[in-house]
């Protein structure tokens, strides 16, 4: 049976000789109590050391959560600190590429210019072949025809080689 606080205060004697209580109701009634209150003691004893491993208990998990919280922040940290670098890293690289495009475009018009350039220097080169030739030719046929002139010109006196050739049997 448990004994509620408010039975404790309610709780009436009776009387006795000369307005005395029952000493062994007294006995009965104190030995229930001390009963029940050992009862609440061991109660809160048990609560009480519950309490305690949940609190023991929480603290650890605080202190999980706080590690885990200090782990992500340093992984925020970490990532944003390589996502950082990889930025740099890239301009880096975009950069010098850009600038080995410029050098092989620079390169290359320059390249380009020289070609243009030997080409229209073999173009008048060409063009003072063609005029040397056809000067040439043009001299050769002047001569050619001064030649054909001359012989037409002149009688046939034989020609000028024909002292190299075997003399002649005559019969």
């Not at 029940?36 to 208990?57: G, S, Y």
Request: hydrophobic share 35%; charged share 30%; net charge neutral.
């Amino acid at each position: 049976m448990k004994i509620t606080p408010l039975e404790i205060q309610q709780k009436t004697f009776k009387k006795v000789r000369l307005g005395g209580v029952d000493p062994q109701e007294v006995g009965q009634y104190l030995g229930l109590i001390s009963h029940e209150m050992e009862e609440v003691v061991r109660e809160t004893h048990r609560l009480q050391e519950t309490l305690r491993q949940r609190d023991a208990e929480l603290a650890e998990h605080k202190q999980r959560e706080q590690l885990l919280q200090t782990t992500l922040t340093t992984a925020q940290r970490m990532t944003d600190d390589l996502k950082s670098s990889a930025r740099k890293e890239a301009d880096l690289i975009l950069g010098d590429a850009e600038l080995q495009a410029e050098k092989i475009i620079a390169n290359a018009q320059a390249r380009r210019l020289g070609l243009i350039s030997e080409i229209d220097e073999l173009k008048r080169a060409k063009t003072g072949f063609v005029s040397q030739l056809s000067g040439l030719i043009e001299h050769h046929r002047a001569l050619l025809e001064q030649v054909q002139g001359d012989s037409k010109a002149q009688p046939a006196q034989g020609d000028n080689l024909s002292f190299l050739a075997p003399p002649a049997n005559k019969r």
